[in-house]
């Protein structure tokens, strides 16, 4: 029974299993982590209680939001349905890591540059998703921005500057490699 | 989530039969998209927790000419819809592949859950009944075949019994002038599951198959209209009379993303359409 609202069925919230601790060894922002966490946590509340990377959120915590969205072993996923242990050995990239040396990157600067954002809790999971599909296509037409962040609800901004945003960053990237 | 499960990730097939055999209360993990769900909602508590991942026969992804594909439990929906031999062999497939909800789920989603899991309106189910697909079932007796036909029971429901996990699904091989499509009316363009899914095949003989999703308790075969439509020539009137004929074999109901007059109507256009767009890809 779930503490905080003392309701068994339809609490949503993490609970403590209170089960034996699993060691958990993977790399997060190309920092080792090793930690011994509870086997029934999900990933996206390893990384926000354990790591305290709050940069990733939970929307829906189902899998239709995409605010969760991470990279782990090169894939865009949703971290609010994986198994913190799924991801033992994997190496994860969260929004904390897509900055270097405290400077935004472009993509980051891009969404800065286009207002696409408002409220801003659908940014990282946006930011990831972008970032995963200009990692395997450099050079995406708008159909494919589209299709990469259709798993990413935006309820303020509005998706054209999002996609704005995405296409002028590709575009940077691009040039950025041939220099 | 207030489920108190072991977490464990065996490395051999073996390993895991004899966990499933011994363990009453275990749930497989693949991908986990509808697992994760429904242990946060507390709808299933399981004492365990079986994460198939690490076992090498559940990865396998090959297509071998003359032998055909298999898909192993853990290949998942985007390795699906990218692999060359897939796309050059199994359009249908392909394109159902990527009408499945969204990319970062189609990362993480497995083929083989999605018929697992058994929704009435599974995206994947569609394509591989006009594939006669065929699911391989192990237990820590042995394996056994199941026809796709077959597999499903009832709304969530197959034939498969406590203690076995599904390796694989295979297809066999098509010869050259194989078409198919799947086509999928959903809500909007995007992330939605679908209102109505339609897989047609024109096989190079000839011989043509139509399945559907989301339109019966179970994905089905419309074998009474294939019959038909095998009998004669594919030409565009008889595509017209397919789809005013599927209306009559299929039992929709209403729900939160249709009614089942609109069910029942799309049901027809897009048994039309698919015939008629596989006759313009050369079906004859």
């Given amino acids: 029974m779930c503490e905080k609202h003392s309701a068994a069925e339809k609490c949503f919230s993490y609970t403590d299993s209170g089960l034996p601790r699993v060691q958990l060894i993977c790399v997060v922002n190309d920092e080792p982590v090793i930690a011994r966490i509870d086997p029934t946590m999900t990933l996206l509340t390893f990384l926000r209680k354990e790591l305290s990377l709050f940069g990733t959120k939970e929307g829906c915590g189902e899998g239709e939001c995409g605010a969760c969205t991470i990279i782990m072993n090169g894939d865009a996923i949703n971290s609010c349905i994986v198994l913190a242990l799924e991801a033992q050995g994997a190496v994860i990239t969260t929004v904390e890591g897509l900055s270097r040396e405290g400077k935004l990157s472009i993509l980051q600067q891009e969404f800065i540059n286009h207002d696409a954002l408002q409220c801003g809790f659908c940014t990282p999971g946006m930011l990831m998703s972008a970032r995963a599909l200009l990692n395997r296509n450099p050079n995406p037409d708008e159909e494919a921005i589209k299709e990469a962040i259709a798993g990413n609800f935006c309820r303020c901004t509005g998706y054209t500057p999002i996609i704005s945003a995405i296409s002028s960053a590709a575009k940077l990237e691009r040039e950025e490699r041939q220099q | ?284």
Avoid at chain 2, 18 to 43: C, F, K, P, S, V
Avoid at chain 2, 207 to 217: E, F, G, L, T
Wanted: charge should be positive; proline fraction near 4%.
């Fill in chain 2, 1 to 284: 989530m207030l489920s108190r499960f072991d977490y464990v990730r065996p490395q051999l097939l073996e390993e895991a039969l004899a966990y499933l055999r011994q363990n009453t209360g275990t749930e497989i993990l693949a991908g986990g998209t509808d697992l994760m769900i429904m242990l946060r909602r507390n709808a299933q508590m399981p004492g365990h927790v079986l994460d198939i991942k690490s076992i090498p026969e559940t990865k396998r992804l090959e297509y071998k000419p003359g032998q055909g594909l298999f898909i192993g439990a853990t290949v998942t929906v985007n390795q699906v819809a990218e692999a060359d031999f897939i796309q050059k062999k199994y359009a249908a497939l392909v394109q159902a592949a990527n009408s499945l909800a969204s990319y970062q789920l189609r990362n993480r989603a497995t083929l083989v859950g999605n018929i697992c899991n058994a929704s009435p309106g599974a995206d994947l189910a569609a394509p591989l009944l006009v594939y006669d697909a065929k699911v391989h079932i192990a237990n820590s007796q042995g394996n056994r075949l199941v026809a796709i036909n077959e597999f499903f029971t009832g709304v969530k429901k197959t034939v498969l019994q406590r203690g076995e996990m599904v390796l694989g699904v295979s297809l066999p091989d098509v010869t050259a002038g194989d078409v198919s499509i799947f086509l999928k009316q959903a809500r909007i363009k995007g992330h939605d599951l679908g209102i109505v899914g339609v897989a047609a095949r024109l096989a190079a003989d000839k011989v043509c198959r139509i399945a559907m999703s989301a339109v019966a308790p179970t994905p089905i075969r419309l074998t009474k209209l294939e019959e038909v439509l095998n009998a004669q020539p594919l030409t565009a009137e008889l595509a017209i009379w397919a789809g005013e004929e599927a209306r009559k074999l299929i039992k929709p109901i209403s729900d939160v993303r249709s009614s089942a007059e609109y069910r029942l109507h799309v049901s027809g256009v897009l048994v039309k359409r698919a015939l008629t767009q596989l006759l313009d890809m050369g079906g004859k």
